[in-house]
């Protein structure tokens, strides 16, 4: 990728070094699923979370543009479409969303992050194979799947009924209010009430996310006590 069709591509070491990197992403995605992995099928849940609904509907548009870019032979579009998708949604944002739900005392809301999960990393995996063909089979096979080999595998299709463009919206829109609040003091500290009130986001909501942020190396947190002796959180960008 990054690269005009037709021209030669000139050797940098930086790219692979990037390649390696996004390997290991992938690597080690799959290794915390699997670590975590008590359903034997991905079949996809009635019941779905806002995240959930958010990653599949980014995930559908995936299939249906990664599908015609290959068809028409824009292989490099492709290439670069599962990457972001991989990298910057499903591993840097909702493996770490799912991370409270995996762990927590509620079954039933682990059970779906499980196949949720399980049904995007399975779907990209078979997406990205004509381009990572060993690492990609490998993580298949560890996975619940139906055929001898991710080769002969069913192609991925896009399902008009896991676009949700409003649950989409919003988390886009959560995701963009917390960085903007942020970002428009780098330097000063935070309370969950301040990003609260200049985002227009429930305190549960904003705590939701903070939380994940502070997981991401993003942030970091202290407890400060104010005059009275009560404690409050403030958040400060790393």
Known sequence: TGNSPGNDMRFFVEKCEAMRNFCNKIWNASRFLMMNLEVEDFTLPTQL????????????????EVTENIDKYEL?????KLYSFIWDYFCDWYIELCKPRLTGEDKEASVRAQKVLGHILSGTM????????????????????EGPSIMVSQWPKADDSLNFPAE??????????????LERSPEGDHTCESIS?????????????LNYLIEQGVLSSAIDYETGGRPRVLYRLK
């Open 49 to 64: 979370d806002l995240e959930d609904k958010w990653i599949l509907s980014k995930y559908n548009a995936l299939v249906a």
């Open 76 to 80: 490099g579009i492709a290439a670069d």
């Open 126 to 145: 078979q997406l990205l194979h004509p381009f990572m063909p060993f690492i990609t089979e490998e993580i298949w096979q560890a996975l619940p799947h």
């Open 168 to 181: 989409e919206q919003a988390m886009e829109e959560i995701m963009a209010a917390i960085r903007a609040v």
């Open 197 to 209: 009130a200049a985002s227009g986001l429930s305190r549960v909501t904003v705590r939701h996310y």
